[in-house]
């Protein structure tokens, strides 16, 4: 963890149905924001929003997937790792910490948690923001137009990854290739419990997923999504494409040279799409 000599966040581990979660929270006086990282990586990728200017003003809430960064391995692995049983954890998390109300940001894979969660949430959830998060129906086409063709792709599914293949797959990711917290989440990724991948990979082709596309015109709850410039992962055709009709502005947002981690390699823009959402909303 890159902010262990740091006062900030308090760091808290909360008992769910899949076991042992690790809670991040900077304490910030503002509304809170529950932040969801993406698959293999862990809440370090926040590391900046729980520890810098953003956390200050709002209350930033981060946590370790089960099978992620310090959180246990999940006690159900079947069903924990699919995005119904993502959605449920951080339901417990929510209830846990008593949040209410609460914006959910989720980048790639916490991006899909953050719609599967807003689908049946209670009102407690005021909004979404989804970064590098195609939305899909459940027609297999979807997936396969949504995504891009590579080789990384295939590593977000893969159980066990090499050193070389984990070093590639990040890389894909964010853009880098070194640095503090290139090393940090790359250790996220050694860490990350293989099954987490395979699973998902069963749970989504078996159509175990909210019809996302739908929720583009149906959301209850204000909807924000962008993509990076340069994403390695999304089909910048099938985003496009779409025609939503509940999305903040009309349309996704393209952040101009940003990788599929916009908050890795464009901090200040998500943070500042994230400041302009919450300012039109709350």
Not at 144 to 157: H, M, N, P, V
Request: proline share 4%; aromatic share 8%.
């Amino acid at each position: 963890m890159l902010w262990s000599v740091c006062v900030r966040p308090v760091s808290v581990s909360l008992e769910t149905t899949a076991g042992s979660v690790s809670v991040y929270d900077s304490q910030g006086q503002g509304p809170c924001v529950v932040l969801l990282h993406g698959n293999s990586l862990s809440a370090s990728l926040f590391s900046e929003q729980l520890t810098g200017s953003f956390g200050d003003s709002l209350r930033v809430v981060a946590f370790d997937l089960p099978g992620h960064g310090r959180s246990q391995n999940a006690r159900r692995p079947e069903t924990d790792y699919s995005l119904p049983g993502y959605a449920r954890i951080l339901e417990e998390v929510a209830d846990g910490l008593d949040l209410d109300p609460f914006v959910l940001v989720g980048v790639s894979l916490g991006g899909h948690i953050a719609l599967e969660y807003s689908a049946t949430a209670d009102t407690r959830l005021k909004a979404v923001a989804a970064f590098g998060t195609p939305p899909v129906s459940r027609e297999p086409e979807d997936l396969d137009r949504a995504f891009k063709r590579s080789e990384e792709i295939g590593y977000l599914f893969q159980e066990h990854l090499t050193d070389a293949e984990a070093r590639q797959f990040l890389h894909a990711v964010t853009g880098a290739s070194s640095g503090a917290l290139f090393e940090t989440l790359l250790s996220d990724v050694e860490r990350s419990d293989g099954r987490a991948r395979r699973n998902l990979a069963s749970s989504l082709q078996r159509g175990e997923f909210v019809d996302e596309a739908a929720l583009t015109h149906t959301s209850r709850v204000p909807l924000l999504m962008a993509v990076g410039e340069r994403d390695a992962f999304v089909s910048q055709d099938y985003v496009a494409a779409l025609r939503p009709s509940k999305l903040f502005g009309g349309r996704f947002r393209i952040v101009e040279g940003a990788h599929h981690s916009v908050v890795f390699d464009s901090r200040e823009r998500f943070e500042g799409l994230l400041r302009e959402f919450l300012g039109r909303i709350l």
